[in-house]
């Protein structure tokens, strides 16, 4: 399993505490975590670039890009199976891997995607940007720092393109769409709703989730089975929905977003909560899932209970919930807005 990490495209990082180690080991997977460029130095359009290579930004995912190909054509002197590779991502890693789902630069390299709280179709994740839209804003960056030219922008120390791009950051007002993946014609070719309908996506098994206090909920939520709808109307068969709504334990935050991570990655022992026997025996059940889904494309095993497709249930989501682990009607744990404090916090500011 190759993981891509999160932190709205401007932090984050490979050693996060919820993610070494992964337990998977334990069930004959192997895996992989990256870094990748960040921030102005990862997804900043100019002109200039534009100008010098005929697309800009992205730069991150051509790092992520780059360690999908290393891990292919090395992973085997790890003990790895080169053939059988699954990528996985959260949130920014998430909308990271939804891109890299549908570019024909990825083809070969994956045979499965796990795509957590950042999938969908929805504003906020069809990756419908172009690099053309960026353009006014990274050349404002390059503009307050004085540079003209790439060579001149080079030049400049991290700690002053970061202090030009934060102050770019704020008088833009559009949030993670300046820092986000673009269509750049090159790597990514479209949006993600223009690819599933043209069959562009990857035709590959895909688990897609959220969790109950997430971010942009119940956005998202509706996002993720609307994109399993879609797919499953053209030709991708084998998706599977669930959805994360165990309270943790040791505050009133719930399944807050990154929360599923604790049980994925089945590392609770690296966290402070007062974590009882459900969340381990939750974390061991959702790890295992997650490692029979990545040996085989099916995430159902003995001693689990069964999780369906969406195409032969799409009215059914997997809940892994506060002392169960069921499939369940989707309508019934659709999240509420006024239970989400990101969207009254929004709302407010606006």
């Known amino acids: 399993i190759v993981y891509i990490h999160g932190g709205a495209f401007l932090g984050g990082s490979s050693g996060e505490k919820h993610l070494a180690p992964p337990a998977w080991t334990r069930d004959g997977v192997i895996g992989v975590t990256i870094n990748y460029r960040l921030g102005p130095f990862g997804f900043l359009c100019t002109t200039a670039g534009l100008r010098e290579y005929g697309h800009t930004g992205n730069y991150g995912l051509y790092d992520q890009l780059a360690a999908l190909q290393w891990v292919k054509a090395n992973i085997a002197s790890f003990g790895g199976d080169p053939d059988n590779i699954t990528l996985m991502g959260q949130s920014a890693g998430c909308m990271s891997a939804q891109e890299l789902c549908l570019s024909p630069r990825t083809k ?90 043209n069959g562009q996506v990857h035709r590959i098994p895909y688990i897609l989730t959220s ?65 009882t026997d459900w969340d381990r025996a939750l974390a061991r059940a959702m790890s295992g899932y997650l490692t029979n889904f990545a040996k085989t494309g099916d995430p159902n095993g003995p001693g689990l209970p069964r999780w369906q497709r969406h195409c032969d249930a799409p009215d059914q989501v997997m809940i892994f919930g506060d002392g169960t682990v069921s499939q369940q009607n989707a309508h019934e744990h659709m999240p509420k807005e006024e239970e989400n404090e990101f969207v009254h916090a929004v709302s407010r500011k606006q």
């Open 108 to 197: 070969g390299l994956f045979r499965r995607a796990v795509l957590c709280s950042g999938a969908g179709l929805g504003e906020t994740f069809d990756g419908n940007i172009r690099m053309e839209e960026n353009l006014s804003f990274g050349d404002a960056v390059m503009e307050a720092l004085g540079c003209k030219t790439l060579s001149e922008l080079r030049r400049v120390s991290a700690w002053r393109l970061l202090n030009a791009f934060g102050m770019q950051l704020g008088k833009a007002g559009r949030g993670l769409a300046v820092t986000s993946p673009v269509i750049d014609d090159d790597l990514i070719p479209c949006g993600v709703r223009e690819a599933l309908q």
């Open 211 to 275: 969790t109950s206090q997430d971010l942009w909920q119940p956005t998202l939520y509706r996002a993720i089975l609307d994109w399993q709808s879609l797919a499953a109307e053209n030709g991708i068969a084998d998706c599977y929905a669930g959805h994360i709504s165990r309270q943790l334990p040791g505050d009133d935050r719930g399944a807050f977003h990154s929360a599923d991570l604790w049980y994925w990655f089945d590392t609770l022992q690296n966290s402070w909560r007062p974590n």
